[in-house]
């Protein structure tokens, strides 16, 4: 029987901290640098004074899994009514647009069509005025009609005739599964695009491996799209309107809500109650890390 990799790991964030570190040579710079320090506060109301416009992560900071985060919904309508632009940045490349939206919609958020940014749209814009065939690795009936070209869930017989490779979720991903698609990439190098740059994704009962984690340890070069990556907060950006200085990315992990925050030139909110650091202490992997959020919230 095969293993299954995308599984509920024990909800500490130490092993995937040292894998983001392990990588972080390929992540982008803060070129402005950290502030010496975080303030604490106890939720977003505490700084909306401060910023005209929110990048909000989805996992960690709206939801966890498969729920909202208690009162997240009613934060998000108090952004609102103090006049607040938002737009939500998210990693989660597995649905399509409308799918990810209807999920929003069922936990109580009312975002609109334009306020939720994924990276699976980030990818598709890359994948514009490629030919050939693209083999998906994805969820068992996932759907690619809200994507350019053609786009074939993964199989035996694409691992050695696809002209490149998708890799939008990792739900069923197995070792067995990652072997041969690193053996099929050493014997016949193709582009791949991985639209979930996350080593990990907080869930109900722990953490769940994310494509990142599998597409970094490719022996090919990997076109990543996302956070922390400058496009993906770009995209965020032109979408409210308003430049870096006025914006503040909210996320709860440091390498790439953080980082690819302030690397945009952003300021940034640590969600530190939810999602990766929950029930941990976030001030060592600060330290370690150097990333240092402008804020670090207890909860949404």
Known sequence: MERRLCVSLPANPRWAFARYRAIDHRLPVASRGYPPFSLKIKDLSEVFHRYDGFILDAFG?????????????????????????????????????????????RWGFDFAEDEVISSRDLAASAMTGHGGVWAAIAPDGSQFNDLPGDVRPLDARLLDEADGFLFLGSQGWTEVRQAELIAALRARPRPVICANPDIVAPREQGFTWEPGHYAHDLPVPVDFHGKPFGPALQAALDRLGLPARKVAMVGDTLHTDILGGRAAGCFTVLIAGHGFFAGTDPQPYIAASGITPDFIAETT
Do not use: C, D, F
């Open 61 to 105: 900071v709206l939801n966890i899994g498969e729920g909202a985060i208690p009162g997240a919904v009613a934060r998000i309508a108090q952004m609102r009514a103090a006049g607040k632009r938002l737009v939500v940045l998210t990693n989660g490349a597995s649905k399509t647009r409308a799918e990810a939206l209807a999920t929003y919609h």
